[in-house]
């Protein structure tokens, strides 16, 4: 780890930059806006996808969720060695030294991974075999993602077959995440967007049970959709993951009830570097320090202000007339356009409450891509 940029006690404009920072007033009432929402409805398994932390994730536990999702073997042996005891790895895994290294997983912890392909299956078997270890399998299921998943139906079930026929495997349910349907923008498209998904799970569910296999479990939904997974009936566990920081894209999509609207927790803190015209300020954090492949970063809470371009270091700001310009050496908070790659992008979180450096917290699983 570089050194850190902060310490416990000092301002927050005292911080090193660029720094990832958590306002964790607003993320505490992130945690518990969600737990709210569902009531108890389904089970909460948060994606750890997008914090990376197992500090994170054991707070998470703590407003109880009953584990975390991980998306890469590296990230679910982060969660493990930091004290989470359920993971579901909610990806694919290929490759023999992958899959050793999760059947050994699965010897300390519950672990869970998707499977969309027979031979996948095979492989599993035989690694936990060898390892003496037993594995949750569920099947993905595409339900209008085009990424990963076998079709709805016929191919699930014989899918489903193949799992239970192992003697190391436990069918545990269907994967129906629709990832594409988080950053539709209406409501009304992300409903209908779900509402197909679930008319697909219900129907392949029905015909896994009537083939006398139980389907315990259906998981998916993600922050942008969740309500709608719970509305539908056809889902028993969610894995919203951007919750807990939110970013400048999912401010783009339309809010309202039943979807309770959550707060920006998570800034680049960044300063001001240079101002070669009234007009222009440049900070120090540019496509190193914020991912932008969902857009540009906001300016936080200054109006005016609009990062217009960045480069590999640097950010430029542009004024509006009449807006206040931000002075040399000004720290200004950003809300990043993608939270999930921006945090990969950092060592640690600086967990700050009321204008003051409260925690430093390891992104322990940054990296973790393996």
């Known amino acids: 780890m570089t050194r850190a940029p902060a310490t416990p006690g000092m301002r927050l404009d005292e911080v090193d930059t660029p720094a990832l920072v958590i306002e964790l007033d607003a993320f505490e009432r992130n945690l ?166 679930a008319t697909a799970v219900r129907a392949t569910r029905a015909l896994i049970e009537a083939a006398g296999i139980a389907c315990s479990r259906v998981t998916g939904a993600g922050s942008g959709s969740f309500m709608f997974e719970i509305e539908s009936g056809a889902f028993d566990e969610i894995q919203p993951g951007s919750y807990v920081f939110m970013d400048a894209d999912y401010a783009r999509n339309e809010w309202a009830a039943p979807l309770p609207r959550f707060e920006h927790a998570l800034f680049v803190l960044a300063t001001v570097m240079s101002r070669p015209v009234p007009e222009r300020a440049v900070v120090d954090a540019g496509l190193k320090a914020s991912s932008v492949d969902s857009g540009l970063p906001l300016v936080w809470q200054r109006a005016g202000l609009e990062c217009v371009r960045v480069s590999d270091e640097h950010g430029v700001i542009e004024i509006a007339p009449g807006a206040a310009a931000p002075a040399l050496g000004e720290k200004l908070l950003l809300v990043p356009g993608h939270c999930d790659p921006t945090v990969n992008l950092y060592d640690c979180y600086v967990g700050v409450r009321g204008g003051r450096v409260e925690a430093l917290w390891p992104i322990d699983a940054r990296g973790a891509l393996y």
């Open 32 to 197: 518990q806006r969600l737990v709210e929402a569902i009531a108890g409805r389904v089970r909460l398994r948060a994606h750890a996808k997008t914090h990376k932390c197992s500090e994170i994730a054991r707070r998470q536990v703590a407003a109880g969720a009953v584990g975390v999702c991980c998306q890469k073997v590296s990230e679910a042996e982060a969660m493990v060695a930091g004290g989470i005891g359920d993971v579901l790895v909610s990806n694919e895994i290929v490759g023999a030294a992958k899959i050793a290294r999760l059947a050994e997983l699965a010897r300390q912890a519950q672990i869970g991974v998707c499977v969309d392909d027979a031979r996948n299956v095979s492989e599993l078997e035989a690694a936990c075999a060898k390892a003496g270890a037993r594995l949750d399998v569920y099947v993905e299921v595409d339900v209008g993602a085009r990424r990963c998943g076998v079709a709805p139906g016929e191919p699930a079930l014989a899918l489903a077959r193949e799992v239970v026929s192992r003697r190391h495997l436990r069918f545990a349910g269907l994967q129906a995440y629709h990832g594409a349907a988080q950053h539709l923008r209406s409501m009304t498209e992300r409903r209908e967007a779900i509402g197909r998904a």
